[in-house]
């Protein structure tokens, strides 16, 4: 699915930062952006309402978030974003949407590299340290996933002559090791289990263990995200 046949799905119109609307970003960031909690918490719940697309109840955001485009930013209820977060969703046309109840550990970085970028996190899901995720692919990830440090969601890929964008998707109740490499044209499925390491560069068929490089299957798991 593209970002724009998702944005008609949910009557959305597509969005790009102006020149006005990233110099508020700016200025709201640098002013909010610095202040220890609680009482950044508190400010930045509600001045960073007027940055982005939509902003849900009881959102706790820690010091050094960065928004770029966060015109193109949904963040549901409930969610948790810790220290040095970095949102780059400033290409044209692009989103991101992340579900309630989640959590976004330190220096996660996500960006959409290129326009019509869609990147989407489901409720309850969790994404460890310094994660780093990008597009121009669409990304989603489901409901009820744990997603250790350092792994890698780059949803692209240089074949001659020209980049591809297949996308990536980690279905719900997936748990994903430390250090995992997810290539572009990926379906991690439901319930599935990857090893720390693994390079992952094929599909994964749900309820299943996987680990090494490249990735494989070496058994079945005895329940969604249960090894």
């Known amino acids: ?27 709201i960031i640098n002013l909010l952006g610095w202040i220890p909690r609680p009482l950044g918490v508190v400010l930045r719940r509600l001045g960073y309402r007027f940055i982005l697309a939509r ?27 810790m220290r040095d977060v970095r949102f780059d969703m400033k290409a044209p046309n692009s989103l991101l949407r992340i579900g ?17 970028c869609l ?30 440090s350092h792994t890698t969601i780059y949803a692209n890929n240089h074949r001659e002559p020209e980049l591809t964008r297949e996308g ?20 991690i499925g439901k319930g599935s289990v990857i090893g720390a390491g693994a ?10 263990i996987a680990i090494g490089v490249p990735a494989k299957v070496i058994k079945p798991t005895k329940g969604p995200g249960r090894a």
């Open 55 to 81: 902003m849900g109840q009881g959102v706790y955001m820690q010091t050094g978030v960065e928004f770029l485009g966060g015109c193109s930013i949904e963040i549901g209820d409930d969610t948790r974003i």
């Open 1 to 27: 699915m593209t970002v724009q046949e998702a944005l008609n799905i949910n009557q959305l119109p597509p969005t790009s930062p102006t020149v006005l609307s990233r110099i508020i970003e700016l200025t």
């Open 168 to 187: 990536i998707e980690i279905q719900d109740n997936c748990w994903i090791g430390s250090g995992v490499r997810i290539l572009d044209g990926v379906t």
């Open 119 to 148: 990147i989407e996190i489901g409720e309850n899901s969790y994404l460890g340290p310094y994660i780093c995720m990008a597009g121009p692919g669409h990304i989603k990830i489901g409901k009820d996933c744990l997603i250790a």
């Open 100 to 116: 309630k109840n989640v959590c976004i550990d330190r220096g996660v970085d996500i960006k959409a590299t290129v326009s019509d």
């Open 199 to 208: 390079v992952v560069n094929k599909d994964i068929p749900p309820l299943s």
